[in-house]
């Protein structure tokens, strides 16, 4: 059973940058792809960006392309988000998750608030 933990969410002003962590336990991540969703008041939870874990390839939604930047530390298992040039759309609940290859995202954490006022 995974275990995955986000932190590193707050408040911040239009134009700044927060950077999201997600750490990961309990299974082996070499197989498997790790993502970012988000979802904001009122609306469905979205794709943000993932990572397939053993190549390193990484994806993102149009929204967020060119602004966030998806990382990972093999040896702490974890994942980042850097989120630059942060805009009040951005707001929403950020969640980390965890999926096999090839397969659904079926494992999630906690989430993390992220707010960006204008």
């Known amino acids: 059973q995974v275990q995955l933990v986000e932190s590193g969410g707050g408040l911040v002003q239009a134009g700044g940058s927060l950077r999201l962590s997600c750490a990961a336990s309990?299974?082996?991540?070499?197989?498997?792809?790790m993502a970012w969703f988000r979802q904001a008041p009122g609306k469905e939870r979205e794709f943000v960006a993932n990572i397939i874990w053993i190549a390193g390839i990484t994806s993102y939604s149009d929204s967020v392309k060119g602004r966030f930047t998806l990382s990972r530390d093999n040896a702490k298992n974890t994942m980042y988000l850097q989120m630059n040039n942060l805009k009040p759309e951005d707001t929403a609940v950020y969640y980390c998750a965890i999926a096999p290859l090839g397969g659904t995202y079926d494992g999630w954490g906690q989430g993390t608030q992220v707010t960006v006022s204008s």
């Open positions: 309990g299974r082996t991540f070499s197989r498997y792809s």
